[in-house]
Nanobody, 130 residues
Framework: QVQLVESGGGLVQAGGSLRLSCAAS????????MGWFRQAPGKERECVAAISWSATSIYYADYVDSVKGRFTISRENAKNTVYLQMNRLKPEDTAVYYCAASTRLADYITSRSAENYDYWGQGTQVTVSS
């Protein structure tokens, strides 16, 4: 079993930055693909970024008004922690952000599908004011 705990959320003005952390316990994260998802009120959960075991493959959401170019996912396996650096935040980034771990994906593989993730954190609220 893996327990994931997110931190770093909060209230920030548009244009500001936040750094989310996801700390794992129970097992080493070094062989887990990781993802950051978010869910805004009334909307479906969506993947904003994902990273493979060794960080050789990284995915960023590339839809309109996407996070690509503003968010950076990274991991420190030695610290059992995954990060999401969020810059130039916009009000539409307001959501609960979740980290997730996958046991199903081989190295070099990422996934934006929630169904591929086995463990989830409780979420951290990010609110961006205009």
């Amino acid at each position: 079993q893996v327990q994931l705990v997110e931190s770093g959320g909060g209230l920030v003005q548009a244009g500001g930055s936040l750094r989310l952390s996801c700390a794992a316990s129970g097992r080493a994260l070094s062989r887990y693909a990781m993802g950051w998802f978010r869910q805004a009120p009334g909307k479906e959960r969506e993947c904003v970024a994902a990273i493979s075991w060794s960080a050789t493959s990284i995915y960023y959401a590339d839809y309109v008004d996407s996070v690509k170019g503003r968010f950076t996912i990274s991991r420190e396996n030695a610290k059992n922690t995954v990060y999401l650096q969020m810059n130039r935040l916009k009000p539409e980034d307001t959501a609960v952000y979740y980290c997730a771990a996958s046991t199903r994906l081989a190295d070099y593989i990422t996934s934006r599908s929630a169904e591929n993730y086995d463990y989830w954190g409780q979420g951290t609220q990010v609110t961006v004011s205009s």
